[in-house]
């Protein structure tokens, strides 16, 4: 689990910086600019680190389901291994994604405007700037993006039904009290990424503000709330937590 905790850490590093620096210096009024190989490689770090994440939370689900439903067997299925072959696979398949939406999106040609209606350039954003049809373009960006994220919800969906029928086969409390709490962070992760995706990309006519209210929740909220949901899950942070507070408390009181 913690491997993969990993993986997911330094997505919400390099998905934070995909799009917070340039939205800073809008906000500031140093620069309101960008060239196009930097919406170019906006548009694609920002579906690379998206479809990651997705596949990472597919694996995350394969993972819990392996630890509740198969206990004994967990360290000789999920060895180091298999992790590392489901890790890579999930960078390559995120960059797979990427490539072949931002080959679509930019391979058409940019003659008009050149005012992105946005905070970051991505495929809603970008498209209405070109020249030519763009009907291709958004059928494969939202065939890619709806397909992709479908099948993962899907398999994670399959995974936790599974776990399902399993707590509800143990006996005891605290069994099924500890088997809900391993997956008590994951949901909740999954729900604060499926979400915005959801209302983003699988809409028919999405509305600009909502998009981007969105969007700014999913960028630069949900990552910082990833280590708060995983990292309060664990016993030692919890114990940790509860000897600097009291600490600090009476402190104060001295």
């Not at 209606?117 to 958004?138: H, M, R, W």
Request: glycine share 8%; charged share 10%; with cysteine.
């Amino acid at each position: 689990m913690y491997f993969f905790l990993g993986n997911l850490s330094i997505f919400d590093l390099g998905f934070s910086s995909t799009t917070a620096p340039k939205m800073l210096l809008y906000l500031s009024g140093q620069e309101h600019g960008i060239s196009f190989q930097g919406c170019a490689a906006q548009l694609f770090f920002y579906h690379f680190l998206g479809c990651t994440e997705c596949f990472l939370y597919t694996v995350m689900a394969y993972d819990r389901f392996v630890a509740i439903c198969f206990p004994w067997g967990y360290m000789a299925i999920m060895n180091h291994r298999v992790c590392s072959v489901l890790a890579t696979g999930t960078w390559m398949g995120g960059c797979i994604h990427a490539i072949i939406l931002t080959s679509v999106t930019f391979q058409l040609p940019y003659c008009g405007s050149n005012e992105v209606g946005y905070y970051f350039c991505d495929i809603p954003a970008v498209l209405p700037l070109a020249c030519e049809d763009t009907s291709l373009a958004q059928r494969v960006g939202f065939t890619n993006v709806g397909i992709l994220s479908l099948i993962c919800f899907f398999l994670i969906l399959v995974s936790y039904t599974c776990i399902g029928i399993s707590i509800s086969k143990i006996r005891s409390t605290e069994g099924r009290q500890r088997a809900f709490s391993t997956c008590s962070a994951h949901l909740a992760a999954i729900l604060c990424a499926y979400g915005p995706v959801i209302i983003v990309y699988l809409q028919p006519n999405p509305r600009p503000l909502l998009g981007a209210v969105v969007q700014i929740l999913n960028n630069l909220v949900t990552p910082m709330l990833n280590p708060l949901i995983y990292s309060l899950r664990n016993k030692d942070v919890k114990s940790a937590l509860r000897n600097v507070f009291p600490k600090r408390s009476l402190a104060v009181e001295k």
